[in-house]
């Protein structure tokens, strides 16, 4: 294809491309797909998307079918192949300069870089680094700018390669290049930070972009670049260095305000600083050990005590409980049964631990996360009343501990109980004492705080198995607490029903089960939506636990049917709607396996009767009709109830259908 001929053309399809109009499009599409395979084509977009005088549209455009084609034609044994020569065209051209104006249209140019990268460098593209490591060094704010972020995609790329022979690569490059970049970090830190000084906004933000791009390559290069980072003095250096930082940041952000432009970027960079400790800790946990006593005395200062008041987020909250969490629940530091098989490191780590969760710690620890973290939030309680069903959907289960703040609590609050339960054990049982009793109705804060006590008993409920005597609780107090209707009780209801359901499949005695029975029925007509959800998630743990038999919950089973068809045709959101139906079917589930292992053994013993040579035949058809009446019986219930969840579910579908029609097509 030759360049100066095919230039006009490919851009006359290009921009034809990005019309609006499918007659238009769709002919250029098809063109633009049969030069995909043609020599010179990536040539002729390399000129077009780095031409600034051409229409971004067109220049955007250009720069996608570039990097799509590196993924599919890049590497020499795929079909159609570039050739050797044009590769090494492009390849020059792609670092020729770096003054891309468009911030998309740079991130993408950087993004294909790294994927040539990925395939050539350093073998077949040697000056790429030296090339980047000169231009990040330059006075112009633009080109230093558009540099450093082709630089960090180019690292995050590298860092991502798996293979012994790749590895070993990037080990020495993050060796040969660690103290520079490292330097070029300290450099826009202090930059910035001088800046905020003298109230600059315009310069600051500039050199934050330009800090937080350098601390993302060194997290790159700090995590994925050694072996064994713990003999480098400039890897440690720069992890200690990153406490001295974010304490220099998290003062900074009193100054800046809100409606400021670095007020955002530098919440990132904050967040950014941990995830550098805790990719660390959980890449290089040995290396991690020199850090462990400072990063609890940070995090723990931040989060548990009055230093952090003012200048903490949530979400740099949540990263400080993740990093508590990941030293506490890590294997590497806990020693085995037999002293002597430990190593040398786990047993260092482990006496740092020791000598730090002292009882005071762990007790102001477990009491700010119950009385405080736990704590239902005004947004939630405004939820709870604007919205009962989004509300119930809670975040829990998979990664969610890692990004919000109530799961990540919740789980911090497990391993550390169960990490240190003869110490918090009687902290906790000392919080339930103080709340027996009734509570005032008119004290907000006080229902709140039982809640959260309520709520740490049922996460703890395997820890307290021996120190509870639930079966009593159940009786004397929070059976109790169920009965109370008043609408500003609701928290203590729900959150009842709902420690009833971790309690049950730990401790709960069987023939306290039909009190239970009771409960829930009451409940699944309770006032509040919620309050309704929560029980029928605990009717759920409560027929699905192994001790479940129907002979109990026969009599309650027709009325519990009909109010969980009542709250499935309530509730709108189809998370709920499939979360009822859950419940719904594992109690038809629950109770048919039941009945029909009941139903075989009183069959067995009726054919045992008829092999006696003088058995009663009278008696025996008595009870065969007895036993096909119960079955009938049953089964017409079930099958009824069946017929009405399906005549609903089709109403409900086919109004769906009349309120959302199908949309067109976007363009």
């Not at 600051?204 to 050694?226: D, I, M, P, Q, Y």
């Not at 991690?288 to 230093?307: C, D, G, K, N, W």
């Not at 008696?619 to 219930?637: G, H, P, V």
Request: net charge negative; hydrophobic share 40%.
């Amino acid at each position: 294809m030759d360049l100066n001929s095919a230039s006009a053309t490919v851009l006359q399809v290009l921009t034809q491309a990005t019309s609006q109009d499918t007659a238009v499009l769709k002919p250029a599409e098809e063109q633009l797909k049969q030069w995909e395979t043609q020599p010179g084509f990536y040539s002729v977009l390399l000129n077009i998307f780095t031409n600034h005088t051409l229409d971004v549209n067109v220049r955007w455009l250009a720069v996608l079918y570039f990097k799509n084609g590196i993924d599919r034609y890049w590497r020499r044994v795929a079909p159609h192949a570039l050739s050797e020569e044009e590769k090494t065209t492009l390849r020059a051209g792609l670092i020729t300069n770096f003054n891309e104006p468009v911030n998309q249209i740079a991130t993408q140019i950087s993004v294909l870089i790294a994927k040539v990268a990925r395939v050539d460098c350093p073998r077949q593209w040697p000056e790429l680094i030296p090339t980047l490591l000169e231009s990040v060094k330059v006075q112009d704010d633009l080109q230093q700018h558009r540099a450093l972020l082709t630089f960090y995609h180019v690292t995050k790329t590298l860092a991502s390669k798996r293979l012994a022979a790749d590895r070993k690569l990037f080990y020495d490059l993050a060796s040969g290049i660690y103290s520079f970049v490292c330097s070029l970090w300290n450099h826009h830190t202090d930059t910035f930070l001088q800046q905020v000084c003298r109230g600059d906004e315009a310069a600051a933000s500039n050199s934050l972009e330009r800090t937080l791009l350098s601390l993302k390559v060194l997290r790159k290069l700090t995590v994925h670049g050694f072996v064994e980072p713990r003999w480098s003095i400039e890897v440690m250096g720069f992890l200690h260095a990153v406490f001295e930082r974010l304490k220099q940041f998290l003062e900074c952000s009193r100054s800046i305000r809100a409606e400021n432009v670095c007020r955002d970027r530098l919440e990132k960079t904050i967040i950014l600083f941990t995830k550098v400790l805790l990719d660390f800790l959980d890449q290089h946990p040995f290396s991690f050990i020199p850090l462990i006593q400072r990063s609890l005395e940070f995090a723990v200062s931040y989060v548990f005590t009055e230093a952090g008041e003012g200048i903490v987020f949530e979400r740099f909250i949540v990263q400080c409980l993740n990093l508590i969490k990941m030293i506490v629940k890590n294997d590497a530091y806990k020693p085995s049964k037999n002293i002597e098989d430990s190593s040398p490191e786990t047993l260092e780590a482990h006496k740092i631990k020791t000598a730090f969760f002292t009882y005071p710690t762990l007790m102001e620890i477990c009491r700010r996360l119950v009385t405080h973290y736990f704590l239902l939030t005004k947004e939630e309680l405004t939820m709870w009343e604007e919205d009962p069903e989004g509300f119930t959907v809670e975040e829990t289960g998979g990664d969610s501990w890692k990004y919000s703040l109530r799961p990540c609590t919740e789980v911090l609050f497990i391993y550390i109980f169960h990490e240190y339960n003869q110490t918090l054990t009687p902290v906790l049982l000392e919080m339930v004492r103080s709340l027996q009793g009734s509570t005032n109705l008119e004290d907000t804060s006080a229902i709140l705080i039982k809640d959260a006590v309520y709520n740490a008993v049922g996460l703890a409920a395997y820890e307290l198995f021996d120190s509870v005597d639930f079966d009593q609780w159940f009786k004397s107090q929070l059976l109790a607490e169920l009965q109370v209707s008043h609408d500003r009780y609701k928290p203590i209801r729900r959150r009842v029903i709902w420690l009833i359901g971790q309690w049950i499949s730990v401790k709960f005695q069987s023939d306290l089960r039909p009190m239970l029975y009771e409960a829930i029925r009451n409940l699944l007509q309770d006032q509040d939506l919620v309050v309704r959800i929560e029980t029928a998630t605990t009717l759920k743990l409560t027929v699905d636990d192994f001790e479940f038999t129907t002979d109990q919950f026969l009599p309650y089973l027709e009325s519990m049917f009909t109010l969980l068809f009542e709250l499935l045709q309530e509730v709108t959101q189809c998370d709920t709607k499939m979360h009822v139906l859950h419940v719904l079917s594992c109690v038809i589930e629950r109770v048919n396996m039941q009945e029909s292992i009941r139903w075989l053994e009183d069959e067995k013993a009726l054919l045992e009767m008829t092999e006696e040579v003088d058995y009663d035949v009278d008696t025996s058809a008595t009870q065969l009709e007895a036993i096909l009446e119960q079955r009938i019986d049953i089964l017409t219930k079930f099958r009824d109830k069946v017929k009405s969840f399906r005549a609903a579910l089709q109403e409900e579908e086919q109004a769906s259908k009349q309120i959302n029609p199908k949309r067109p097509r976007a363009l």
